[in-house]
Nanobody
Framework: QVQLVESGGGLVQAGGSLRLSCAASGRTFSNYAMGWFRQAPGKEREFVAA????????NYAGSVKGRFTISRDNTKNTVYLQMNNLKPEDTAVYYCAGGAYYNTNNDNAYPYWGQGTQVTVSS
């Protein structure tokens, strides 16, 4: 079992930046690919970004590519999502997730989930 706790969400103006963190505990963090997903009000949860176990490979949704960067520090059991040039449409609850594969957008591939952190971008 892996426990995940997100932090770093908040309110920011359009064009601003936030860095989300996800701290993991339980089983060996470096065994897992990690992903970030988000869910806006009234919408389905969608894939944002993912990273493989070593941090050497990443995968991004087209809507965030070039603005968001996923990274991880296996010595700290933490995965990060640096979000730059934020837009109002990025407003959502952001979830981190752990699984076996980074190169999938399917949330069913991630068995472990955090509780989410709210990101609100004002125009």
């Amino acid at each position: 079992q892996v426990q995940l706790v997100e932090s770093g969400g908040g309110l920011v103006q359009a064009g601003g930046s936030l860095r989300l963190s996800c701290a993991a505990s339980g089983r060996t963090f470096s065994n897992y690919a990690m992903g970030w997903f988000r869910q806006a009000p009234g919408k389905e949860r969608e894939f944002v970004a993912a990273i493989n176990w070593s941090g050497g490979s990443t995968n991004y949704a087209g809507s965030v590519k070039g603005r968001f960067t996923i990274s991880r520090d296996n010595t700290k059991n933490t995965v990060y999502l640096q979000m730059n040039n934020l837009k109002p449409e990025d407003t959502a609850v952001y979830y981190c997730a752990g699984g076996a594969y980074y190169n999938t957008n399917n949330d069913n591939a991630y068995p472990y989930w955090g509780q989410g952190t709210q990101v609100t971008v004002s125009s």
